[in-house]
């Protein structure tokens, strides 16, 4: 597979790289690590990302220029990093017909296999170590933009080395980044030190409405529309707050249930050890990995607190 790949990105010269909307750390930084090595081998490549890169990732080096819309698409090779589901690129990917030549290297569990070429690797840690794995293939240098985004990509999805996809091989790259200048301290000052005040001021709303049922296994909390406007918050503002909930004591499954404009809510679920929350997520159409996924549910917070408690109830 990865022979394939090789062969693809040495002899095309016209590259669309990608990622899902909601951006990760693992996701930018794939996404912006294919760029610089595609532009070091000398190719003409497009970035695509329906969203804005997050804050807390926007010290990662990457293109100029971030394509919002794919309407001019060309004969473009599409790669798409770090997306379990082709419909998370976001509302245009139905421009992706049939005829594309989509190019799929991810390690989503429930990953759709939507691509010509599918590298699905389940077991690495991130799409950035998987990355890392195709560009030793070509001898090419690696430069520190390069080093600086698979690192970044690599320590945000283990939890800062703390998941259990954290495997020897992920130090072991990280630790060759180091070679390449990138610093572990100034990546995790900018990842998680970084904040503005918002984000602190909104944390103490979602805290209040925290609720633990199946007799201390599963730990949810609620973040509405009006907490936003209270404290002048954004959805950005709450990245990452499930992981806080992970932290108490005896918690088997962390959720939080973000409210969406459209009558929707965004749940998060994080796990521990065995709890499969990927395939919890995915009867309810989303998906993800074993211990982080997600999906979005019909309904106002509170009601989709009561139906995720009900799938939950059955599956603990
Ligand atoms: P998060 O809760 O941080 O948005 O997502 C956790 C993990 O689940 C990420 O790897 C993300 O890509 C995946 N994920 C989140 N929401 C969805 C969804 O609606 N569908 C699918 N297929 N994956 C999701
Ligand atoms: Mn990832």
């Given at each position: ?108 569990e429930t990953n759709g296999m939507f691509g010509k070429i599918n590298h699905v690797l389940k077991d690495a840690s991130s799409t950035a170590e998987i990355l890392y794995d195709i560009f030793m293939q070509f001898g090419a240098p690696i430069t520190y933009e390069i080093a600086l985004n698979i690192y970044t990509g690599i320590f945000t999805d283990t939890g800062s080395f703390r998941f259990p996809n954290t495997t020897e ?148």
């Open positions: 597979m990865i022979e394939k790949i090789k062969r693809v990105l040495e002899h095309e010269n016209k590259f669309l790289v990608t990622t899902h909307v909601d951006p990760d750390g693992d996701a930018i930084g794939s996404m912006f690590g294919m760029y610089f090595f595609l532009k070091a081998i000398g190719k003409t490549v497009r970035v695509y990302l329906k969203d804005s890169v997050p804050y807390r990732y926007a010290f990662l080096p990457g293109p100029e220029k971030i394509e919002k819309d794919l309407k001019n698409l060309g004969q473009e090779v599409i790669l798409v990093l770090d997306c379990g589901d082709i419909k998370r690129i976001g509302d245009e990917y139905n421009l992706l017909t049939e005829d594309r030549f989509i190019v799929n290297i991810d390690h989503h091989k992920c130090f072991r790259v990280c630790g060759e980044m180091l070679h390449f200048g990138v610093s572990p301290s100034y990546v995790a000052q900018m990842v998680y030190e970084n904040h503005p005040r918002e984000r602190f001021l909104l944390l103490s709303e979602v805290l209040r409405t925290l609720e633990v049922s199946e007799g201390g296994d599963v730990g949810i909390v609620l973040l509405t529309s009006e907490m936003f406007k209270k404290v002048n918050a954004n959805y950005e503002h709450s990245d990452g707050f499930v992981e806080y909930i992970k932290e108490i004591k005896g918690i088997k499954v962390a959720i939080l249930i973000r409210e969406l404009e459209n009558g929707k809510c965004k749940v998060s679920m994080r796990s521990k050890d065995n709890v499969n929350v990927g395939r919890i997520c995915g009867k309810f159409g989303g998906g993800g990995h074993k211990n982080a996924a997600g999906c979005i549910l019909e309904g106002k917070p509170e009601e989709v607190r009561e139906k995720v408690k009900k799938v939950l109830s059955e599956e603990l």
